[in-house]
Structure formats: C-alpha cells, structure tokens
C-alpha cells in the first residue's frame, strides 16, 4: 500500500509544512484513522505496524529519498512529493532502493 500525500492533498502554495503535519491534514479530509506522532507513524487507516509480520510498518520518502528521520522533522515545500509506504519486509520489498 502507497499514497501520495501531496498528490492527494495538498497545502496552501506559499506555506511550508511538515511530512506527519501533511499526513494528519490528509487523513483528516480523508476520514481515516491514524496512531503515532511526529517522530513514528504506527498506523494509517486501520493498517498498523507489524500487521504483516515483526519488519512491517510505515516508512515515507521525500521525492523518492527515503529519510531516517521522523516525518515531523522533514519540511515539504510547495511541489515535494511524500510518499507513505507500507513495508513488509523492512524496505527491502519497496523497490526503490531502500538501504539497511
């Protein structure tokens, strides 16, 4: 499972904003449920971490660079792409160069 949350919501063009700030507006206008805070991001509607199996979770990347931070640390400007991933494996099934 993958969204786009600045493809599918996005902010005022001038306003600076963070990844989990991003998110939560998202899930708000969406009506999903969503647990965790700025630093960890356990579940989004009703897909949890470890949901499928001890390496599975949320991960999210930044115009395709993934980030070992917490999604409240990363600010997006006006035109980023965020991407929120649903792992199984850790970040190795997500194909796009997740390093461990």
Known sequence: ???????????DDTEETSAYNLLC?????????????GSYVAGINGLFEFDCGPLSGW???????YKNYGCSAI??????????N?????GCDLGN???Q
């Open 1 to 11: 499972i993958s969204f786009s949350a600045s493809k599918t919501f996005r902010t």
């Open 25 to 37: 507006a998202l899930c708000e206008a969406k009506g999903w449920d969503m647990e965790g805070d």
């Open 59 to 65: 991960m999210f990347c930044i115009n395709g660079e």
């Open 75 to 84: 600010l997006v400007s006006p035109g980023d792409r965020v991407d929120f």
């Open 86 to 90: 649903y792992t199984c494996d850790l």
């Open 97 to 99: 160069g997740v390093s």
